[in-house]
């Protein structure tokens, strides 16, 4: 594991900022006041960027990276042309620092889960002032968070769509924690 580099730390702030806004901030910040408090870091093992403790990231240099498998939490990769990719193993960080959300009514829940985009009829309520081509958690009623999309239209012109318009492009859903088993942490 290693620290990112300032190019693939911007890369990585880039996505994040488009789903949590100012509150990226918090990320980085120091969980205590104390001189030696502890924080959390962005590190790199074999293309994946891992959110981990930096306590935690010290340690774990002991280990071999080829026996290093995993370490916090993994909120993506890079792509072979140096893109970043969100996967669905960074929705809690998202969801707790999202700065804008979409619930979804129970009926949209399922086809959301299966992979499909959200569509106006499955829109329960959705934050004010969201523009379009913003990064968004997708939430059942009950602010269960199911996925992360980007919007489709902003909210504004999202209310004036037909019930079959698409409001959110899915990026991510919990479904995928089964449809992917295989490759969602492998190592190839």
């Not at 959390?40 to 498998?69: C, E, M, P």
């Not at 959300?101 to 499909?116: A, T």
């Not at 899915?170 to 295989?182: N, P």
Request: charged fraction near 25%; glycine fraction near 8%.
């Amino acid at each position: 594991m290693r620290p990112l580099t300032e190019q693939e730390t911007q890369t990585v702030f880039k996505k994040l900022a488009s789903y949590t806004g100012a509150s990226l901030k918090n990320l980085i910040a120091p969980l205590d006041d104390s001189p030696n408090a502890d924080r959390h870091v962005f590190r790199l093992s074999q293309g994946r960027v891992y959110y981990v403790r930096l306590s935690l990231a010290n340690i774990a240099t002991s280990v071999a990276r080829d026996k290093l498998l995993s370490l916090g939490i993994c909120l993506g990769r890079f792509t072979k042309t140096g893109k970043f990719r969100l996967h669905i193993t960074a929705l809690p960080i998202l969801a707790e620092h999202a700065r804008h959300k979409i619930w979804i009514r129970p009926n949209g829940v399922m086809p959301f889960l299966y992979g499909s985009n959200v569509v106006k009829a499955h829109v329960g309520r959705t934050g004010e002032d969201c523009p379009e081509h913003q990064g968004v958690v997708v939430c059942t009623m009950d602010d269960v968070p199911l996925g992360f999309g980007i919007t489709a239209r902003s909210t504004a012109e999202a209310r004036r769509l037909d019930p079959t318009g698409i409001v959110c492009f899915r990026q991510a859903d919990c479904g995928e924690y089964l449809r992917d088993e295989d490759a969602l942490f492998s190592t190839g």
